[in-house]
């Protein structure tokens, strides 16, 4: 088995979605948007780029983090 993990800095889109499995256990889903700057070499003009990310956090003792710190 792999595991990706990746850092994201960013903005979040909307306050998160908590919901709960059959099983009974929490998940949490958000949305994040990061973006990146650069000077475009042809026009010298400044350009933006934002990425939208789906977050979603299954680990039962980060849930409660994310409920009542991100906003």
């Known amino acids: 088995m792999s595991i990706n993990r990746a850092i994201l800095l960013g903005h979040v889109g909307k306050d998160p979605e908590i919901r709960r499995t059959q099983s009974g256990d929490e998940v949490a889903t958000f949305r994040m948007a990061t973006s990146e700057t650069w000077k475009d070499k ?29 906003k």
């Open 42 to 70: 042809a026009t010298g003009e400044r350009r933006e780029n934002t990425e939208w990310h789906t977050i979603v956090v299954f680990n039962q003792q980060l849930v409660p983090v994310v409920r009542d710190y991100v």
